[in-house]
């Protein structure tokens, strides 16, 4: 069965790339959320296998809500989505738990390394 | 057993560096096992010399006695200190405890444990080691296996691997890519000797991408390959053990007090020590000056918009200014929780073997930093709970094979910064904790209705463990799996502005995690007026604030009550609660009712208003107000104006005043 992902990032056409890169890479998304509070809701309704997180968002970021989704499950596997010169905050997500990171704009070939290696396939 | 002069004038003294000296010497002890060298073992000849002396001066003979042979010991130690074994160490440590007994027991005036037949052995055991003769087994074979019954807390480090990483140099980010790979060791086991230095890693400066850090562990080759192949663009250069302890970068660096200067192999920085007292005045000066800034601008709000204009610039400035200070002298109150931990081993050492139970204590992330006040607050709870791990968590050998599971017990202590929080946890593999019998026991203790236990989360029902009336109940340690004092643990946790929460799986294990402030001295207040007065609440006790007025209330047994959430709360009038005269108030006006937690449960305060939130520096209260019952320390505002606040969590709960109904 392929895995299922939650894709939360505040802008819709960040998400449609995520979402087509999964697609073509054989995930299925499940879910996707525009906010950190949102994502949160999202993940305890969906349960998903894996979620990239935006890091700034509004009403609540990403670090926040990484923080509130492994608070709810510890073994919750969420992987960021930063930009370049976001590496201090990057680094706090991963303080928060985050199991890794993808820098935007993303390429298909890295996130797809990335997810496969955090779920153990790569 | 006292000598003819008067002592009693020095017998402070003697216990407080007595006590100083057997504790340090049991430390060192624990930490030398496995690494002895020369300076050491002159170290605790030292110890012992000292406590010798000063048993001596005391005229406590038995004492001296035991003092002497154990100097002896040592000496011989000294001279061969490849004669120092666990068995000569296990020795030590009973010395260092009878000898401790005896402080204990001159400091309360009781006579002094017998110590001969330890004496004895120690003489045998040093004459045994005297040079050219070979060592003979020091215990009869009959002698109760004291080596093996906590084999597992042997302060014998598990082994070390010198794991060398490359980033790869396509990474986009290297330097987080290099952080997350430390990060993910880092849940393995402790992190020493990170070269370059983290910081260094982080910035992506590497030469080829590649970094070392020295990783003990007890997982093995095969997870630690595993834990790096699921960093993406990190690849395993070269896994190898080390073998022999790491050299120490200059003998003279490797100060026994300092044992954190090792970890992450952090270039060795200058450091001057200064006095603690002299760390906290600096704070109360920093936070004056906060305040002094806050009464400038405050002085200007009287000016003319121009001159206001220029002085708010200049204040904004100093403010700046002021904050940059008052956060360096922060850093420099910061210590690392090993203060706390490097204790451990020996307690888990002496508490496993007491129970006769096998315990693998592992300690994570102690060169955590927190503020020294945290830290100093910290020591006894923590004992606390690793004592409950061993003593009420953890199974007897035994049980726990029948139970499927490994006979040595896991503890493991990790403490972790998480944005401005330290989590600190405790946790152990052992029996769990029974939910449904602690309800019942809170029950039948009427502590909580029988409604009430059905509407308890899980984490609620944990928590009851550590509630007054529960945990000192010495019945309960062994059917809920936790033993006495637990509210003495999250008072002690509540007062330097933490929580505590327990998670716990029937038959698996129980953590418990205190979540904990970086810091003491700001706190959070919601200001509130009473009459003329005004009043600060830690917003970290306010579960909320309700609107209403007073004829809305409802009366329960005589005890006017607020409808708040689902639940309905105690209200009383803060003027009342603090016997100050309030503004005289319509029964149909609506007032503010702030709901705060006290020890006892949700109490809606009535207040005459809302001023609003600030973040002060806290200062503790000087004789004779810190006399007073229910202040929890003064702070000022930055128009001059002292300001209490309040120790919600002692606030007398109504429940108890005589019902009379005040509100």
Known sequence: ?????????????????????????????????????????????????????????????????????????????????????????????????????????????????????VLGEG | MAAQWDTSRYLALFVSEATEHLDALGKELVRLEGDVTGEAIDSLFRHAHSVKGMAGSMGYEATTTLGHRLEDLLDRVRTSPNRFDRQVADLVLQAVDALSAHVKAAAAGEPFPDASA?????????????????????????????????????????????????????????????????????????????????????????????????????????????????????????????????????????????????????????????????????????????LATAGVREVGRGLDEEPRAQLNGSVDRLHALVRGLHDKVM???????????????????????????????????????????????????????????????????????????????????????????????????????????????????????????????????????????????????????????????KRAVEAVGGTLEITSRRGLGTTFRLSLPLTVAMVNLLLVSVGDDVYGLPIAKVAGVVETSRSRLSHSQNVPVLQFGASVVPARELSAVLEVPGRPHDVEALSPFVVVETDEGRVALAVDGLLGQEEVVLKALARPLDQVKGLAGVTVLGNGRPVFILDVAKLEHPARVAAGGEA
């Not at chain 1, 069965?1 to 998304?29: P, T």
Request: negative net charge.
């Open chain 2, 331 to 489: 850093e420099a109150r910061m210590t690392p929780v090993s203060v706390i931990t490097e204790r451990l081993p020996r307690a888990a050492r002496d508490i496993a073997r007491r129970r006769g139970r096998e315990i693998e204590l592992i300690i994570a992330g102690s060169e955590v930093l927190l503020d020294r006040a945290i830290v100093d607050e910290l020591n006894d709870p923590v004992l606390h709970l690793l004592r409950n791990a061993i003593d009420h968590g953890v199974e007897p050998p035994e049980e726990r094979r029948m139970r499927g599971k490994p006979p040595r017990g896991t503890v493991k202590l990790s403490v972790r910064r998480v944005s401005d929080r330290v989590l600190l946890e405790v946790e152990d593999d052992g029996r769990g904790m029974d939910v449904e019998r602690l309800k019942a026991v809170a029950v039948e203790r009427g502590l909580i209705t029988l409604e009430q236990a059905k509407d308890l989360t899980e984490k609620e029902a944990l928590l009851l463990s550590a509630a007054p009336g529960l945990s000192t109940a010495s019945t309960v340690t062994d059917i809920s799996g936790r033993g006495v004092g637990m509210d003495a643990v």
């Open chain 1, 1 to 117: 069965m392929s895995k299922r992902v939650l894709v939360v990032d505040d802008s819709v056409f960040m998400r449609d790339i995520i979402k087509d890169i999964f697609a073509a890479g054989g995930f299925s998304v499940v879910g996707e959320a525009g906010n950190g509070v949102e994502a949160v809701e999202k993940y305890k309704e969906l349960k998903p296998d894996l979620v990239t997180m935006d890091l700034v968002m509004p009403y609540r970021n990403g670090i926040d809500a990484t923080r509130e989704i492994l608070r709810g499950d510890g073994k919750a596997l969420v992987v960021m989505c930063s930009a370049l010169g976001q590496e201090t905050m990057v680094m706090e997500a991963i303080e928060a738990g985050a199991v890794d990171f993808i820098v935007k704009p993303p390429r298909a070939e890295d996130v797809l390394a990335v997810v496969k290696k």
């Open chain 2, 118 to 290: 330890l004496t004895q052995q120690l003489e045998t055991v040093a004459s045994s080691m005297r040079p050219g003769t070979t060592p003979i087994p020091f215990f009869p074979p009959e002698a109760p296996p004291l080596v093996q019954s906590a084999p597992s807390t042997e302060p014998q480090l598990p082994p070390r691997w010198l794991v060398t990483l490359r980033v790869a140099t396509t990474s986009a980010q290297p330097g987080v890519r290099g952080f997350l790979a430390y990060k993910r060791l880092s849940s393995l086991g402790n992190l020493f000797r990170c070269t370059p230095p983290l910081d260094e890693v982080k910035s992506g400066k590497l030469t080829n991408g590649t970094f070392s850090v020295e990783l003990e562990t007890t997982e093995n080759e095969a997870a630690v390959q595993k834990t790096v192949s699921q960093v993406a663009d990190v690849e395993l250069v070269s896994l190898t053990r080390v073998t022999a302890p790491p050299p120490t970068a200059a003998p003279a660096e490797e100060k026994p007090a300092e044992p954190e200067a090792r970890a992450l192999g952090q270039e060795p920085q200058r450091t001057v020590r200064v006095r603690t007292e002299l760390l906290d005045q600096f704070l109360d000066l920093a936070g004056e000056l906060l």
